[in-house]
C-alpha cells in the first residue's frame, strides 16, 4: 500500500491521534530524526515531522520522532478503490 504524505490528516503516536494541521505547508513529511550535540549526530534514523493543529488559543505544535513511533496513518482518498496500490 503506497500512501501519499500530502493526503495525511492524522498520525498515530502512543499516546492518541495527532491531526495535521491542513493549513501547514509540509504538515506531514518525512526526515532524518537525529539529536545533536556539540555539532555531531548522536544518533540517526528515518523519521517524520508532524505540524500539529492547534486549538484557537494555542501556539502551532511540532512533533519530530522515528518512523518506528508511528502506528498507523489517516489519510483522504480519492475514491472507494483507493485503497490499491
Request: with cysteine; net charge negative.
Amino acid at each position: 500500500m503506497a500512501i501519499d504524505p500530502d493526503q495525511v490528516t492524522a498520525v498515530l503516536l502512543a499516546d492518541r491521534w495527532h491531526e495535521v494541521d491542513p493549513k501547514a505547508r509540509n504538515g506531514f513529511e518525512f526526515a532524518p530524526f537525529c539529536f545533536s550535540g556539540r555539532g555531531e549526530a548522536v544518533a540517526s534514523e528515518e523519521g517524520f515531522i508532524l505540524v500539529e493543529q492547534a486549538g484557537a488559543r494555542q501556539g502551532q505544535t511540532i512533533i519530530a520522532g522515528p518512523l518506528s513511533s508511528i502506528l498507523a496513518v489517516r489519510y483522504k482518498t480519492d475514491g472507494p478503490s483507493s485503497t490499491t496500490p
